[in-house]
């Protein structure tokens, strides 16, 4: 989408009633979507098998070819990631106390409350914005299960540290992958670590499948308990023999995801592309930083993280009131922290003191516009937007 003016100064700002840069919202997480032709070819032929739910063939094929993606034994395909979650930690027996980090999706600190297990917070990294484990080793009590760390930004988690740290306690390790889809740590493909790993492929991911999720595992026990349970236990026909919900997949959304597995390499290059042109601008902008992806390893660019400096002339919030009016929707992931979030506020009204990093990264963060709708033009309108910010306010 075309720029409708040029930005030069504080004048030309929406704010200040001037039109908007662009005609139409320019969201965070537009989906990416593969071959529309390829979709509706297979989509006719799940109609045609009539055969649209229950582990279709699609949906099998789907799992076997994200298995041999990620490098892993097993894929269960879920209905969603927060499914997946709750199927995960159950089918791993956690209980109690689970550590995971506050500065995440609201749904990985829901899926375990829902169960009546207790999320208990630990501190980030500030850099990487991944859980410290120096924070996550505190907040160890006698009631501790599990751990979840979660590859924020698509960036792995202290992988090593983690599992090290459950080793010794024995405690259970998984992670929650839903934004590193298609990411590496030293090369290995995330998915491969802990006892299992979640994936979500909901529509605003970097890979999606309408609405969907999974778990991987190398682990064949694990993997077939998770079956069951995503299907209400059922082991044939008439046979329940295990407690279970429905996280099934549909054939539709399965073929959805054929699709768009075979369009992955267009959709990081357009990700890369769009992360250098914003990196190459916020560099010679004074106060802002974005984050930055290790290059050495897989990644999908999925996000345009910006950290905004506590002496930019311009606050985040009101940065982020900036573009809105200009029609570029730019998000506060994920402020304001769990812990900020019902119930847990209420639980722990003063989590915050030990979530310094937290709070510090929940403040000073903006998610910017990418994805296959972005290009150069609107990047470089949005950029002209900080400039003028970085220049004197608004
Ligand atoms: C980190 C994280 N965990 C879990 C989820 C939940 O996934 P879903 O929306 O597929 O239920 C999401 C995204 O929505 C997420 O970003």
């Known amino acids: 989408m075309q720029p409708q003016k040029t930005v030069r100064s504080v004048d030309d700002l929406a704010v200040r009633g001037a039109p908007p840069l662009f005609a139409e919202p320019l969201h965070v997480g537009r989906p990416n979507i593969g071959d529309h032709a390829r979709f509706l070819l297979r989509a006719a ?3 045609d098998s009539g055969w649209l739910s229950n582990n279709g063939p699609v949906a099998q094929e789907f799992e076997r070819r994200i298995a041999e993606f990620l490098n892993v034994k097993h894929c269960v395909a879920m209905c969603n990631g927060t499914i997946a979650l709750e199927i995960a930690t159950r089918a791993l027996d956690l209980k109690g106390e689970v550590i995971v980090p506050s500065y995440t999706f609201i749904a990985t600190a ?23 484990p120096a ?9 501790t299960t599990g751990i979840i760390g979660v590859h924020l930004w698509g960036r792995a988690s202290p992988v090593k540290e983690l599992e090290a740290m459950a080793k010794e306690h024995n405690l259970r390790l ?5 934004h590193g889809f298609g990411c590496s740590l030293k090369g290995k493909p995330l998915g491969g670590f802990g006892e299992c790993e979640v994936f979500s492929f909901h529509a605003t991911k970097f890979f999606n499948t309408f609405e969907g999720g999974a778990v991987v595992t190398n682990n064949d026990a694990l993997a077939e308990k998770m079956r069951l349970m995503r299907n209400f236990g059922f082991s044939g026909y008439d046979n329940v023999i295990y407690p279970g919900t429905n996280g099934k ?10 699709t768009n597995l075979e369009n992955l390499d267009e959709f990081v290059a357009v990700n890369r592309r769009n992360y250098a042109c914003y990196r190459e601008a916020v560099a010679s902008i004074h106060g802002l930083g974005l984050l930055v992806y290790d290059e050495s390893e897989r990644n999908n660019f999925q996000y345009i993280v910006l950290e905004v400096a506590p002496y930019f002339p311009v606050s985040r919030d009101r940065i982020i009131d900036v573009l809105h009016a200009e029609n570029v929707l730019a998000r506060r992931y994920f402020w304001p922290g769990c ?14 003191l030990v979530l310094p990093n937290t709070q510090v990264v929940a403040e000073r963060v903006i ?3 990418t994805g296959s709708s972005i290009g150069v033009e609107e ?3 949005v950029m002209s937007v900080l400039r003028v910010l970085a220049a004197g306010g608004a």
């Open 135 to 143: 924070a996550v080793w505190r907040m160890i009590t006698p009631r």
């Open 367 to 369: 998610v910017l516009p």
């Open 174 to 178: 998984m992670f929650d992958a839903s």
């Open 379 to 381: 990047i470089e309108g």
């Open 249 to 258: 997949l549909t054939e539709i959304a399965a073929a959805m995801g054929l």
């Open 339 to 352: 812990h900020n979030m019902q119930p847990y506020r209420s639980y722990y009204p003063h989590a915050g």
């Open 110 to 132: 829901h899926a375990l409350q829902w169960q009546e297990i207790t999320p208990i917070f630990a501190d980030i990294d500030p850099t990487t914005h991944n859980l410290d």
């Open 45 to 47: 032929a799940v109609l």
